[in-house]
Nanobody
Framework: QVQLVEAGGGLVSAGGSRTLSCVAS????????MGWFRQAPGKEREFVAAITWGGKTWSGGITVYADSVAERFTIAGDSAANTVLLHMSNLKPEDTAVYYCAAGLTAQTLGAIRRTAAYDSWGLGTQVTVSS
């Protein structure tokens, strides 16, 4: 399994922006689908965004977003830094949650890219709180 460490959470005002980062322990990004999920208090963990390796860079891969964050969030990868980023803009109070980074082997994950069960490595999460 890949070790994942998230960072970048914190308190932000509604309408503001925040960027989360996820650093992976090994340089084998091409084998993985990288995803972001979130879990609000009392709710199930839900899919936010995912990105697949594009052959040579992350920018050539596929990105998938939850409807609730499309047009506001952007997922991007930096293979040189073993890092996946989640750029969040126009944040809303309902975006408040613990955000988790996840990795799943590409062959196993693509068909169920929005499902938590498709990912086998998880970070410990970073809290994002959006105040109204």
């Amino acid at each position: 399994q890949v070790q994942l460490v998230e960072a970048g959470g914190g308190l932000v005002s509604a309408g503001g922006s925040r960027t989360l980062s996820c650093v992976a322990s090994e340089h084998t990004f091409s084998a993985y689908v990288m995803g972001w999920f979130r879990q609000a208090p009392g709710k199930e963990r839900e899919f936010v965004a995912a990105i697949t390796w594009g052959g040579k860079t992350w920018s050539g891969g596929i990105t998938v977003y939850a409807d609730s964050v499309a047009e506001r969030f952007t997922i991007a990868g930096d293979s040189a830094a073993n890092t996946v980023l989640l750029h969040m803009s126009n944040l809303k109070p309902e975006d408040t949650a613990v955000y988790y980074c996840a990795a799943g082997l590409t062959a196993q994950t693509l068909g169920a890219i929005r499902r938590t069960a498709a990912y086998d490595s998880w970070g410990l999460g970073t809290q994002v709180t959006v105040s109204s």
